[in-house]
C-alpha cells in the first residue's frame, strides 16, 4: 500500500496543530485539528484559495452566530434560521468550500451560551493555528518534473511509432499494426494533462508553464495523427507515388522530441506538394479519390507541422 503526501502532511499535520491550540489553552482545541485536515490540499494554489475560502466563511459565520444566537437565542430554531441566511451570503462571496469548516466554529459559538470577546479571541485563534498550520505544510509539494518527463518520453515514443506505421503501411501494403499505441497515447496525454496542471499550480508566481503548454501541444497534434491514419489507409498501393509520402513519415517518425525542426519539414512538404501539383491530372475517378485523400493527407501533416512551429524551443 503506496501512502501519499497528503496522507503524511494530514497525519503530522493533525496532531501539531491540535498541540500548539492544547498549549495556547483553548477552548475546543481538538477542532484546530480538524480544521487542518479540511485544508490539506494537492496544490499551493488550492491551498491558499482553501485557506481564504475557510477564513472568510468563519469569520462571516461568527458574525451571523452573534446577530442570531444573541437576539433569537440559543436554541436549535436558530441555527436553522441562522444557516437560510448564512449560506446564500457564501455562495454570493464565492467562498462555499467554506461551509463545512464554518459550521465547526457555528456550533463551537452556539455550545458556548455567550458570544463575548473572549469566545470570540479563542475561535479566531483556533482558525489561525488550524489553517495557518495546514497552509506551512502545504507551502511544500513533491516536484512532479520526473514524471512529466516520462509522460514526455513515451507520449514521443508513441508518436514516432504511429508515424513510422503509417509509412510503413504506404511503402509495403501490409496491415498487421493493432494500433495499440493510439489508445495509449490518448490515456497517456489525459493523465499528462491533469499531471502538467497541478504542476501549473504548484508555481503560482510562475505565468509560464512549459509541461501544460507541451502537453497542450501534443494533444492537438495527436487528434491530427488520429485522422491521418485511415486517410493513409484510402491511398491505393497501386499508387506509385505512396512511396515518396511514406518517406516523408519515416523520415517524420525519426524527429519526434522537443526540439523544433518543424520548419524543416514544412519546406520539404512545401516541395512534395508541389511535385504532386505538377503530376499529371487523374483519369478515373479511382485516382481521383486516391489524389483527393493524399492531398487531405498531406494538409493534415501540415498542419501537424505548423502546431509544432507554433510551440517554442525554448519551452521544453
Known sequence: MKIGYRTVKTALGTPFAIWVAQMLQLNNFASAGILTILCIQITRKRSFLSAWHRVAACLV??????????????????????LFAFIPVTVWLKVTPGIV???VIILHLYDSGDIGWGTIF???????????????????MPSL?????????????????????V???????????AGTELTDTAALLEKAKSLSYRDVENHVLQAHNRYYHYFHMRMKQF??????VPLASR???????????ADFFDDLSKAVHPGNTAVIFLKKLKELKEYFRNDKLPETREEFEVRANLFHLLNEIEEYLVIKRSFRKSDV
Do not use: C
Not at 509509412?167 to 499494426?177: A, C, K, P
Not at 491511398?235 to 509520402?245: A, D, G
Open 61 to 82: 459565520a461568527m458574525g451571523f452566530s452573534y446577530l442570531f444566537f444573541e437576539f433569537i437565542g440559543y436554541h436549535p430554531l436558530s441555527i436553522g434560521l441562522m
Open 223 to 228: 487528434e491530427l495523427l488520429e485522422r491521418m
Open 167 to 177: 509509412s510503413t503501411y504506404l511503402r509495403d501494403g501490409t496491415d498487421s499494426w
Open 235 to 245: 491511398i491505393s498501393s497501386s499508387y506509385e507515388q505512396r512511396i515518396l509520402i
Open 145 to 165: 518534473e520526473n514524471k512529466l518527463v516520462e509522460y514526455q518520453e513515451e507520449v514521443e515514443h508513441n508518436f514516432s511509432v504511429i508515424l513510422k506505421e
Open 122 to 140: 479563542n475561535e479566531t485563534l483556533l482558525i489561525v493555528v488550524g489553517i495557518g498550520t495546514a497552509l506551512l505544510l502545504n507551502l511544500y
Open 101 to 103: 469548516t464554518s459550521s
